[in-house]
């Protein structure tokens, strides 16, 4: 009995402690979970300590500010501090809307902005920066943008973005000229040829989606076992549009490549990728200096192996 009893207490010495400590976890996880909520900025910096993921915290911040607007501009020094600058725009934009008259000349949002103008012009944040620049700040940040832009070399989404504008108000620097169509050749006279395919021996990899400012789409897939991919190009003027082609992948080093097609007697190097960096070029539209396309998540999530290869007519 009296080991009996021993046992008992030494259980509920070992349990009802670790009971006490799960209770406290499971409350614990629920204050940091998707529900977390501040009741002031100064718990962004508990969040913070507490090791918690970085998004929740932020994602709780933003909905303390949605519901307290007089936040935002706060919100937004704290966000730009503690993540890259372009986070701290969801914030910048709804003090924007308050009509505060220091919010353009202010550094944060300054650094902010160009940040997000550096971003993939279709992107969120991209957009809030370039609203933030175009509609609000133009003349009190267009000194500190034309600085950024000027310091670009070669192509960047800060130039694509960024060069269009300042062209239009006269006060583009030199770097957004357009790169000369010599050091990305769309045309070489070559006596290589794409292979002729059996359709019905092709299997596609991952088809990717890019897409470019203006609507237009380029969709491409390779070929398994081979430096083949079958591209299709939407929402271009030119006789391409629609069609599906079979190109072929030049691999230049340094991470660029052209992926070029037959073209009458020539090659045509339809995409050249520098640097991370795609440009388009299809006969008839932009062929000057291509356009721009950059990768759309969603876009390629919905895409389809099949249909692609079903539109594909060798």
């Known amino acids: 009995m009296f080991i009996?009893?021993?046992?008992?207490?030494?259980?509920?010495?070992?349990?009802?402690?670790?009971?006490?400590?799960?209770?406290?976890?499971?409350?614990?996880?629920?204050?940091?979970?998707?529900?977390?909520?501040?009741?002031?900025?100064?718990?962004?910096?508990?969040?913070?300590?507490?090791?918690?993921?970085?998004?929740?915290?932020?994602?709780?911040?933003?909905?303390?500010?949605?519901?307290?607007?007089?936040?935002?501009?706060?919100?937004?020094?704290?966000?730009?501090?503690?993540?890259?600058?372009?986070?701290?725009l969801r914030f910048f934009e709804i003090a924007a809307k308050?009509?505060?008259?220091?919010?353009?000349?202010?550094?944060?949002?300054?650094?902010?902005v160009v940040s997000g103008l550096a971003l993939p012009g279709d992107y969120p944040d991209a957009k809030r920066a370039r609203t933030l620049f175009v509609d609000q700040c133009f003349t009190q940040q267009v000194a500190v943008v034309v600085k950024e832009v000027g310091s670009e070399s070669g192509d960047s989404?800060?130039?694509?973005?960024?060069?269009?504008?300042?062209?239009?108000?006269?006060?583009?620097?030199?770097?957004?000229?357009?790169?000369?169509?010599?050091?990305?050749?769309?045309?070489?006279?070559?006596?290589?040829?794409?292979?002729?395919?059996?359709?019905?021996?092709?299997?596609?990899?991952?088809?990717?989606?890019?897409?470019?400012?203006?609507?237009?789409?380029?969709?491409?897939?390779?070929i398994k076992d081979t430096k083949l991919f079958l591209i299709r190009f939407d929402g271009v003027d030119s006789p391409w549009d629609g069609k599906v082609m079979l190109h072929q992948e030049a691999n230049r080093g340094n991470d660029s490549a052209d992926f070029w097609t037959d073209h009458g007697s020539a090659r045509w190097n339809s995409l050249a990728r520098r640097s991370g960096m795609l440009t388009v070029y299809v006969p008839g539209y932009k062929t000057q200096n291509g356009f721009a396309v950059h990768y759309a998540e969603k876009l390629s999530q919905e895409s389809d192996a099949k249909a692609l290869l079903k539109a594909y007519q060798p």
């Open 98 to 112: 308050q009509k505060r008259s220091d919010i353009c000349q202010d550094e944060d949002v300054q650094l902010a």
């Open 4 to 88: 009996t009893k021993m046992f008992s207490r030494a259980v509920r010495a070992v349990v009802l402690p670790s009971l006490a400590l799960c209770a406290l976890g499971a409350t614990h996880a629920q204050s940091v979970g998707p529900q977390l909520s501040f009741k002031t900025l100064n718990d962004f910096e508990i969040c913070q300590r507490q090791s918690y993921a970085g998004e929740t915290c932020l994602l709780a911040m933003e909905a303390f500010v949605r519901a307290n607007p007089r936040a935002a501009m706060e919100a937004g020094k704290i966000a730009r501090l503690n993540y890259k600058s372009y986070a701290a």
């Open 157 to 222: 989404y800060l130039k694509r973005n960024v060069c269009p504008i300042l062209e239009k108000h006269r006060q583009a620097p030199p770097s957004c000229q357009p790169v000369a169509v010599a050091e990305v050749p769309a045309q070489t006279s070559t006596s290589e040829k794409l292979p002729q395919l059996d359709k019905n021996t092709i299997t596609l990899g991952y088809v990717k989606v890019y897409s470019g400012q203006e609507g237009e789409r380029v969709t491409m897939a390779p």
